[in-house]
């Protein structure tokens, strides 16, 4: 099979790449641009085993219509997107631009070169604030509060309704929750990830709160401790990036059973901000400052998934679904870059 990975170079994305070049005879090809992936990356990725990479933007549509056109690609999993919900408050034409309207000349030119399956990134943001503290399910009603939130649900629309036009164009929507933790390998009994979370600049709360375990920052800014939460500060679903990686090796599966639908990826299970610090403090053993600040615009109080329909309908089966290691994992990363 023929896999076109676009934004392989990137945090979720190279995760993915990583887990078929181990556990698939597919041949990869990762397209990125590199704005926020980075070659490095790419790198160590082909200490693995050989792969394609081409270094090309989305927005050149010509390009990727020829490039579609020639290698006639079976599956696309589409990662390419811009992805800071606070930038996409400031700047969301950017947004649309390169999460939506790119995202539809490149299912154009898939249905086009005949490709038949399509897994799309999607993101928690989509359903925006939901005013019950209860796990989220894919029936509940989408109402992004953000620009970023909006162009990914905009794109899942287009997804759906190409796939209708051109039934044999099957998708797969995960909607991810908080993707974190690195590279579960170990060298020996040392675990040394070897991929793993770098964006710039960082706004993710596990990386934050590890640089400044570590001494990168001073201190950890905790965003609002008045939420309706039982100690007051935000509760999200974070997931293992390998966990999550996975999740799309075996919609590859499900997409060979001719079905599309969309999923949510967490673990159903919340953690509030206090409890993340507490359990990286926990895992590394060094103490760090924290300080209560205001809250963030677009932050919701409780995004937790119901991740019941993705484990009934697919053969994926969580195994790093353990909060000390994703911190551990994010720490051993965190020390390397
Ligand atoms: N957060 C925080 N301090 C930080 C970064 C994040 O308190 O320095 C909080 C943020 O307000 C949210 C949670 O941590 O409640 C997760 O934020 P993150 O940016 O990691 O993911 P999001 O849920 O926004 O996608």
């Not at 309704?161 to 390998?185: E, L, Q, T």
């Not at 001073?218 to 401790?225: F, S, T």
């Amino acid at each position: 099979m023929k896999i076109l990975i676009t934004g392989g170079a990137g945090y979720i994305g190279s995760h993915v790449v990583k887990q078929l070049l181990e556990l698939s005879s597919c041949e990869v090809t990762v397209l990125d641009n590199l704005s926020t992936g980075n070659k490095a990356t790419i790198n160590t990725l082909e200490k693995i085993r050989d792969f394609n990479f081409l270094q090309l933007d989305l927005k050149e549509f010509d390009k990727i219509n020829q490039f579609l056109t020639e290698e006639k690609f079976d599956a696309i999993i589409h990662f390419a997107a811009y992805s800071i919900v606070s930038e996409s408050m400031q700047n969301p034409l950017k947004y649309y631009l390169n999460n939506t309207v790119n995202t539809t000349n490149l299912i154009e030119c898939a249905i086009k070169s005949g490709v038949k399956k399509f897994i799309f990134s999607s993101t928690a943001a989509v359903y925006g604030d939901v005013q019950e503290n209860v796990n989220i399910k894919e029936t509940f009603a989408t109402n992004p509060i953000n620009p970023y939130g909006m162009s990914k649900l905009m794109s899942e629309k287009i997804l759906q309704d190409a796939s209708k036009n051109f039934p044999d164009f099957k998708y797969v929507i995960f909607r991810y929750f908080n993707v974190s933790g690195a590279d579960m390998y170990f060298d020996k009994d040392n675990l040394c990830p070897r991929i793993g979370e770098n964006h710039n600049p960082e706004t993710h709360l596990i990386p934050l709160v590890v640089k400044t375990a570590l001494g990168k920052r001073d201190l950890l800014n905790i965003y609002g401790d008045d939420f309706k939460t039982p100690d007051g500060s935000c509760i999200r679903d974070y997931i293992h990036v390998e966990d999550l990686a996975n999740a799309h090796i075996e919609a590859i599966n499900y997409l060979e059973e001719n079905k599309s639908d969309i999923f949510n990826l967490g673990y159903s299970k919340g953690y509030s901000v206090k409890q993340i610090v507490n359990a990286v403090k926990d895992v590394i053993k060094i103490d760090f400052k924290t300080t209560i600040v205001d809250r963030r615009a677009g932050d919701t109080a409780f995004l937790v998934a119901d991740n019941s329909k993705v484990v009934s309908t697919m053969k994926w089966k969580p195994k790093f679904d353990n909060l000390e290691l994703i911190c551990k994992s994010a720490y051993e990363w965190e020390k390397t870059i």
